[in-house]
């Protein structure tokens, strides 16, 4: 299309760009190099992420500033509509009428450290090991000295759209979509209002009932996906409030959103999303304490003690990481597996969908996540000895109804992996493999019990050869619908 439309507009660039772009129709990237000026770049971008890093006498484009900071941090975000020229030397940004406008350099805060894998053999194992840290830098600031309040600086202009919103909706896809199943959970527990969760990709084509009141909170690791981008733009039309919960500093979900909060889990290089997951859940969590503080849906003494019990999380997951060992011989039984199942009731549910996903897509065994309440209307008939079940069965609300769930998986030879809380004197009797994790309240649980189940997707995927950063068909961010 572009040769043609040069060839029309007497080999104009620019004007051919400004163009080809009105044209195209979706989301897309284009960077363009011509035969004709071998020293130039041209690029056009429309919901997808462009990124042009400013070097000195180098220039460099990409799809997010994770590449770029071993080169250098000052960069610019390309807009929708946008026209950049660009040579080692210098570059040029025009808009839709071919104005050439100047944009505001922006500042990577990312350093090279940050994608090295310190150690480890992969980044994916890095970032399990991370995560004390990260939970904590996702609180740090956020909950007061004294534990009665949680701050989120994040929230200002928008502070009483979401406090009084008549709706919670929750948006992501894949793991950020799961943080969105806890959260409904929690906030339904806590604030005691409506809560909805949505996969992004089906929100927008399920014509969904919007209003102007709605509190939409947008999860996403890298703030490009492409799915939660439209489906902001949907919502956004309907009159409803954006609240972003991104990972990447100044990403389009970030940009996009009328106000939220960040994770701070740092650069996530792994495919499989770990940490940013728990950095998920933790925002999460403050938001829920201060919507409900807000609307007194739960006591001060409430509020401090999900604090004191939040601070106390990345110690408890510190000593859940010392098990790493002890999981890796569970994970040499599963080498073999062609399939497996994943079980959690109430808050545990996603969590075990969570389990699934990370299993299915770095060690590619087909895993199954399903509500442990689902197991007899169906997935029961996929029970042998050959199936085995991970199952979380913590000391919470929901206990004496998992341990009737074990036994019947027992009853048809299944083997089971059960994560309980420690000090459990029932379920090793009657479970083949137990991992065992710190107490902690039900509806923080989440954050505990998904580190097991990253260790045993991490170990299976080891023994069996994979190539854990890079599993197949995958990509870190997914830039389209
Ligand atoms: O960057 P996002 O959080 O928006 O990404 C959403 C999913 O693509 C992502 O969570 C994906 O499912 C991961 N590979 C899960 O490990």
Redesign the pocket.
Known sequence: MLEEVLEANGGDMIASLQIVQRTLVGAFAVVILSVEQPDMIYAIKKGTPLVLGIGQGENFLASDGTPLVQYTKSVIYIGDGEILRLSAKDFQIYNSDIQEISHKTSTLEMELSMIEKDGFDHFMMKEIFEQPKTILDSMRGRITADFSEVKLGGINKYAPQLYNANRYLFL??????HAGMVARYVFEQWCRISCEVDVASEFRYRKPVIHSGDAIFA???????AD?IVAIEEAKEHGANIFGIC??VGST?SRVSHEGAYTHAGVEIG????K??TA?LTVLYLFGLKIAQSKGTLSPEQIKQYNKELLAIPNQVAEILKMSAEILEISKTLKDAHSMLFLGRGVQFPIALEGA??MK?ITYIHAEGYAAGEMKHGPIALIDENVPTVIIAVKDSNYLKVISNIKEIKARKGKVIAIITKGDKDIPGIADHCIEIPETSDALYPLLTTIPLQLLSYHTANVRGCDIDK?RN?A???TVE
Do not use: D, H, R, Y
């Open positions: 992501a896809c894949g793991t950020s979509f999860i996403s690791q890298s703030g490009e996906t939660t990972n990447v979900i495919v499989a999303s770990t940013a997951f998920q996903l990370k897509e599993p995958l870190k961010s997914v």
